[in-house]
């Protein structure tokens, strides 16, 4: 059975009765879902191209279809599970990509038996942080029949970049950083820049004086010297017997301590490498069917690369796993290959700045990007698969529970590249 997406408030009054309006009655919701249409479209954030000395080129759109099983099978869900939302993080515009937002966004969750489905799941968007991220909250029932599966669908339009190194190492530093980019300075989950490791590494890369060159060759030396002390395995998610569970990532700080780590770690250690010395920078969770160059077609996966900003211009893109080895003897006033001018990240699709939306805190049994209610208390990420039971705390008082079969939640990505995209979304004009 069809149900319209109730809302949250709505939940507990859903039918499973359908019946056909009167024309009138048609008539009426058609008008209102053009005024919430145009209304949601004009709530999203402007397109936001980069400016001189970067610049993007060569559009192309994708279609994205995000799949996750949480194979709950108890008749309620976790303890708080039924008034917490499962969240999916958006990037609806950025310097280098924006979701078209004449195509809908599509959300449906399956519920054992029961199929809720929102066609224009815009409506439920809000804007969340890290600063530029959006949230799809996805409302769970009272009780479970069955296990539960959602699914997100949207169309993107992404870009290659190019960077002017020569105009990009003129850019001096700044008093203050403007707009989104000051709120990335400070420490994240996964990106513990405040550590004194990193306050040691960007003096060990720099010396005293940590403004001596401008913020691009900063930058660049900094990342140079992240790629030369940690070694990397290159994977970028945990996998299941059968499927990705989520991403692999232990941390910045774990990674330095250790002298190694995941792709994604990679990534944490330069990101948290670049706050530490007062450059902006961020992480960035997206999805390709591409390799990591973007030469031929992979099976659909998860990616995650960088950026850090340049004042005045926009966020200049990175890929630590493409730089490490490449760079070492390479001068600064050069191009980099995996830095500024990537003609592959419009194979990207970026969809989060954060592992796990709304906090690692709120991952459901493994990191990310999506979160629900934690499986259980004190949970580790990812729990261990090879787990038989988990305690399910029926109440508060969590020292009561019993032990519920255990299997691990999966994911299913699907990504698939439609040709030749845009430069600017397509504007919805108000009837």
Request: aromatic share 10%; charged share 15%.
């Amino acid at each position: 059975m069809i149900f319209v997406w109730p809302t949250l408030s709505s939940m507990g009054k859903m039918t499973q009765n359908t019946r056909r309006l009167p024309i009138g009655s048609r008539f009426f919701l058609f008008v209102v879902f053009l005024i919430v249409h145009v209304a949601v479209a004009e709530t999203l954030p402007a397109d936001n191209p980069p400016s001189y000395p970067l610049q993007r080129l060569n559009p192309k759109l994708h279609d994205i279809t995000i799949s996750v099983g949480i194979p709950w099978n108890q008749a309620y869900p976790p303890q708080g599970g039924a008034s917490t939302p499962v969240r999916w993080p958006i990037i609806p515009r950025s310097n280098w990509a924006f979701a078209v937002n004449a195509q809908p966004l599509v959300a449906d969750l399956k519920n054992g038996q029961q199929f809720l489905k929102e066609p224009n799941a815009w409506r439920l968007c809000k804007a969340v942080l890290p600063s530029g991220q959006w949230e799809l909250p996805i409302p769970i029932a009272k009780k479970c029949y069955g296990s539960l599966n959602f699914q997100v669908r949207i169309r993107m339009n992404s870009f290659s970049s190019m960077l002017d190194e020569n105009a990009a190492s003129n850019i001096g530093w700044q008093e203050k950083w403007q707009g989104d980019s000051k709120s990335y300075l400070v420490p994240s989950d996964f990106i513990e820049s405040s550590n004194e490791i990193f306050t040691q590494a960007v003096h060990d890369a720099l010396g005293e004086n940590t403004h001596s060159m401008s913020v691009h060759h900063t930058a660049k030396t900094l990342i140079r010297y992240c790629l030369q002390n940690i070694k990397s395995d290159g994977q970028y998610v945990e996998r299941s017997r059968t499927s990705v569970r989520g991403l692999a990532v232990n941390g910045a700080a774990k990674t330095v301590e250790s002298g190694s780590g995941t792709a994604c770690d990679l990534v944490c250690v330069c990101v948290a490498t670049l706050r530490a010395a007062g450059i902006p920078s961020r992480p960035v969770i997206g999805l390709t069917n591409k390799n990591f160059v973007g030469t031929y077609t992979s099976e659909s996966r998860y990616m995650v690369w960088a950026e850090y900003a340049l004042p005045g211009a926009g966020w200049v893109p990175f890929d630590p796993k493409r730089m490490q080895g490449t760079v070492d003897r390479v001068l600064l006033k050069d191009q980099w290959q995996g830095l500024g001018s990537m003609p592959f990240l419009n194979t990207r699709i970026p969809i989060a700045f954060s592992f796990v939306v709304d906090g690692v805190k709120n991952a459901y049994d493994a990191i990310g990007p999506w979160s629900w209610i934690p499986i259980y208390k004190d949970r580790p990420l990812p729990v261990p698969q090879n787990f038989n039971s988990i305690p399910w705390y029926q109440t508060a008082n969590e020292e009561t529970y019993l032990l519920v079969p255990y299997s691990p939640s999966t994911q299913q990505l699907g990504v698939i590249s439609l040709g030749s995209g845009t430069s600017t979304p397509p504007k919805v004009e108000q009837q």
